[in-house]
């Protein structure tokens, strides 16, 4: 069984910053692509930021040049680091990680979620 467990979720006013984290525990044998998703009220969930094994990464351009992706191979954890935040980021933020568990087996695992609220 995988587990990614998300904090740093909370409230802030607009032009603050916030950090995410998810990390990674179980029976984990590779971690490849890691993201950040998000679901706002009365929206569809959207891809936030996205960094691979190799620390490639790539942003949806709302977020672009605010947002910084990143991820600790050692600790099985990815963080996003939210800066000049806008209340149109306010949502519930998911975690997300393809990981093979097996020589054979690889699927996409979620985060529970964490609730980021910009206002003043």
């Known amino acids: 069984q995988v587990q990614l467990v998300e904090s740093g979720g909370g409230l802030v006013q607009p032009g603050g910053s916030l950090r995410l984290s998810c990390a990674a525990s179980?029976?984990?044998?590779?971690?490849?692509?890691m993201g950040w998703y998000r679901r706002a009220p009365g929206k569809q969930r959207e891809l936030v930021a996205i960094?691979?094994?190799?620390?490639?990464?790539n942003y949806t351009d709302s977020v672009q040049g605010r947002f910084t992706i990143s991820r600790d191979n050692a600790k099985n954890t990815v963080y996003l680091q939210m800066n000049f935040l806008k209340p149109e980021d306010t949502a519930v933020y998911y975690c997300?990680?393809?990981?093979?568990?097996?020589?054979?087996?690889?699927?996409?695992?979620w985060g529970q979620g964490t609730q980021v609220t910009v206002s003043s």
């Open positions: 997300n990680a393809r990981i093979r568990t097996t020589s054979w087996t690889t699927n996409d695992y």
């Open positions: 179980g029976r984990i044998f590779r971690i490849y692509d």
């Open positions: 960094v691979t094994s190799g620390g490639s990464t």
